[in-house]
T-cell receptor, first 113, second 113 residues
Framework: SQTIHQWPATLVQPVGSPLSLECTVE??????LYWYRQAAGRGLQLLFY??????ISSEVPQNLSASRPQDRQFILSSKKLLLSDSGFYLC????????????FGDGTRLSIL | TQLLEQSPQFLSIQEGENLTVYCNSS?????LQWYRQEPGEGPVLLVT?????EVKKLKRLTFQFGDARKDSSLHITAAQPGDTGLYLC?????????????FGTGTRLTVIP
C-alpha cells in the first residue's frame, strides 16, 4: 500500500531563517506531488505541483520554492522566512490522470516568530 | 478567484440534527470529490462522484452530483459528534499532466453533544 510521510510535524522558526520541509511517498512510482498551505480552518491554497522529477509548477508568487530531486521526494524551501509564511503546510500525492484523488500527509504546523 | 464555493462556511448543530453542505461553481467538472479533515491532520477522501445526477450514500452521509456537473451537495442525517470536522469538496477538470483538482473553500462543521 502507498504511504506519504511529511516532516517535521511542527516547526518554530525566526523571521529571516531558512526553511526545508520534506515529503516522501512510498509504494507507488511517478506520482503527482503537491504542496498546499492552509489558513486556520479554511480551504487549501495550492502552492506547487509536480508531475515528474525536476518538473515544478508554481501556482502563486511567493517567498517559497519547491524541488523534486527524486521521483518520490518533494521539498518545500525558503531562503528567508517571513511572518506571513506561518501556516499549516500539507503535502499530497496522486496518480496521474484527471480526477485522481489526492492523498495527504499529516501536515507541518509552521510558526514564524 | 475561487473556482468552487462552499456554503455555509461554518455550521454548528446539535447531535441528531440533519444538515446539508453545498459546493457550487459556474464551471463543469468531470468528477467531484469530498474530503473530511480533522484538526492537525490532512484531508481524507470520503467519496468521488462522476456522473451528473449521481447519488452516493456512505452510512449517514449522502452525496449528490448536480445534473450539469457544476455543483454538489453533502447531506448528513442524524449528525453525531464524530462528524465534526472540515469538509472540502474538490472538482476535477483540465488536462492530465497538469494540476486538475480544485478545492472548495471548506465548511467547518461542529456537532454539539
Amino acid at each position: 500500500s502507498q504511504t506519504i510521510h511529511q516532516w517535521p510535524a511542527t516547526l518554530v522558526q525566526p523571521v529571516g531563517s531558512p526553511l526545508s520541509l520534506e515529503c516522501t511517498v512510498e509504494g507507488t512510482s511517478n506520482p503527482n506531488l503537491y504542496w498546499y498551505r492552509q489558513a486556520a480552518g479554511r480551504g487549501l491554497q495550492l502552492l506547487f505541483y509536480s508531475v515528474g522529477i525536476g518538473q515544478i509548477s508554481s501556482e502563486v508568487p511567493q517567498n517559497l520554492s519547491a524541488s523534486r530531486p527524486q521521483d518520490r521526494q518533494f521539498i518545500l524551501s525558503s531562503k528567508k522566512l517571513l511572518l506571513s509564511d506561518s501556516g499549516f503546510y500539507l503535502c499530497a500525492w496522486s496518480r496521474g490522470g484527471v480526477g485522481q484523488p489526492q492523498h495527504f500527509g499529516d501536515g507541518t504546523r509552521l510558526s514564524i516568530l | 478567484t475561487q473556482l468552487l464555493e462552499q456554503s455555509p462556511q461554518f455550521l454548528s448543530i446539535q447531535e441528531g440534527e440533519n444538515l446539508t453542505v453545498y459546493c457550487n461553481s459556474s464551471s463543469v467538472f468531470s468528477s467531484l470529490q469530498w474530503y473530511r479533515q480533522e484538526p492537525g491532520e490532512g484531508p481524507v477522501l470520503l467519496v468521488t462522484v462522476v456522473t451528473g445526477g449521481e447519488v452516493k450514500k456512505l452510512k449517514r452521509l449522502t452525496f449528490q452530483f448536480g445534473d450539469a456537473r457544476k455543483d454538489s451537495s453533502l447531506h448528513i442525517t442524524a449528525a453525531q459528534p464524530g462528524d465534526t470536522g472540515l469538509y472540502l469538496c474538490a472538482g476535477a477538470r483540465g488536462p492530465a499532466g497538469a494540476n486538475n483538482l480544485f478545492f472548495g473553500t471548506g465548511t467547518r462543521l461542529t456537532v454539539i453533544p
